[in-house]
């Protein structure tokens, strides 16, 4: 583990800097919407998206700062779905990261506006950033679209709020995971790669997609452990809802065990399928055994 | 008026099928999902903004072909922020285009989804069509995700949604809806001029860009007319909504006269932007005119 903290230190430093300097500014107008968008997108969270984004270029070679735009693209994708996710009509949660979520912090109509300013700022971020490469920007827009619609995200979140339907086996909800937040993380990846210059077909780029499948699956089977066993001031959420609203989980059909061995699984997958990218991708594995390992 | 029908009525087309092949069928998972969002997106509206798009580009000689995935995204984009604008939490209102909103019709967590996957879509769209000319497809996801964003339509939301703190003077108003109206219907205009190979500092990209910027004026001055003026029916979403939630508008601000004359003199302003466009710019002008004459 303690190789990894200052990593994701690191991580979280170069995240933070460059968020800032995307996200509109608190003085302009309008104040209230910039205030919000820069509360729930600055100071918090793991930046576990950036982190596999960042590393996952640094493994193939590339440049931090080559992949930094992009990881920040990503991170406000996945801040924007917080936001929405904790709205009353969805989730209804009132703590994120520690703090009241954004609509109970200003309100429901600015939260609203708020994960839809953050969507559109990821476009224009990758578009502004990429402008010297064009056909890399492009990709790395359908990438991240791709991973953020209906055909992953937003659709595995639609599927989950009809959750009680599902069946109960584990094909169904690693289907429903895949796309919720598997699509993100293995966006994360790749978005990270490609501004390393690999291409969907190279022996890297499959390498990575197969690291980021397992780890994204890895991420969500440890979230449903800790969503069982950590308390809601070490998730900085609240703990517990997912049995207390009969959610079909990892931990409901495995057991805590079967979770915890299923999760385990998944990280030998993980860094398995990174053996012949060597040293430089250590970091990734690293950040891999993290998230098995990671309390919150 | 008459000329400009048919006109619209094969935009209407055109658009109607581009949409039908962007959209998520509707066979595939998660069904309610896909279905929302069609709903929201398909046999509705008056398409103004794709209009503006598809004839802007075809003003500079371009193709309509060409410009068909950019005037989707742009409609994209306007549907979302519909659906979003209907939310109980912002305007809540239960019509639109004659029928249910979307969470009247499907509950409020899937219309925030349908908004936020039809968001994802219009950037998906773009990446798509254009990967054939990365330069010009990255180009047109800024220029949209700048409107579409904090800087422009949802800015502008956020600020209708504290309207009652605008000063009561017309300028206020005016930076009002040039962000919350204004930006996405230049855009429009923008986006299809740029697939016509027009780029920000030629002299017709200036001529169409002032032609939006009037264009895009007289189109909110017109909808704060009709709002006093015609029926619910008529308008297919809730009249009279302005004067009950007093809300500042043009009506309010110069009188129904006064707003008829200003919305005159930004036609004017329009049509004489184009003088140096010739004949294949007379759609526009006719659209601008369908703008002021319209009754719904």
Do not use: N
């Amino acid at each position: 583990m303690s190789e990894v903290k200052p990593l994701l230190e690191g991580v979280r430093r170069d995240v933070e800097a460059a968020l800032d300097g995307v996200l509109p500014p608190v003085a302009g107008d309008p104040t209230r919407l910039h205030e919000a968008m820069r509360y729930s997108a600055l100071d918090g969270g793991k930046r576990v998206r950036p982190a596999l984004c960042l590393l996952a270029a640094e493994a193939l070679g590339g440049a931090r700062a080559r992949a930094l735009p992009a990881a920040c693209a990503v991170e406000l994708i996945h801040v924007y779905s917080l936001v929405h996710d904790d709205l009353p009509a969805m989730d209804d949660d009132d703590l994120r990261r520690g703090r009241p979520t954004s609509h109970k912090a200003f309100g429901e109509a600015t939260a609203i506006l708020v994960g839809d300013g953050l969507q559109a700022l990821a476009f224009e971020a990758l578009a502004r950033a990429y402008g010297d490469d064009p056909a890399l920007g492009l990709d790395l827009v359908r990438l991240l679209a791709e991973a953020a619609g209906a055909g992953g995200m937003v659709g595995g979140q639609a599927l989950d709020m009809s959750g009680q339907r599902l069946p109960r086996e584990e094909a169904a909800l690693e289907g429903l995971h895949r796309m919720k937040t598997g699509a993100l993380l293995r966006a994360s990846v790749l978005l990270g790669a490609r501004t390393a210059g690999a291409r969907p077909g190279d022996a890297r780029w499959t390498a990575l997609d197969a690291y980021a499948r397992a780890v994204g699956l890895c991420f969500q089977v440890m979230d449903d452990v800790l969503d069982c066993t950590a308390s809601t001031e070490a998730l900085g959420k609240t703990a517990g809802k997912d049995a207390e609203q009969d959610k079909l989980t990892y931990v409901a059909l495995l057991g805590l065990d079967g979770a915890r061995a299923k999760a385990e699984r998944l990280l030998s997958e993980a860094v398995d399928a990174l053996a012949d990218l060597g040293p430089p991708a250590e970091p990734l594995r690293a950040l891999a055994r993290f998230i098995v390992a990671r309390s919150s």
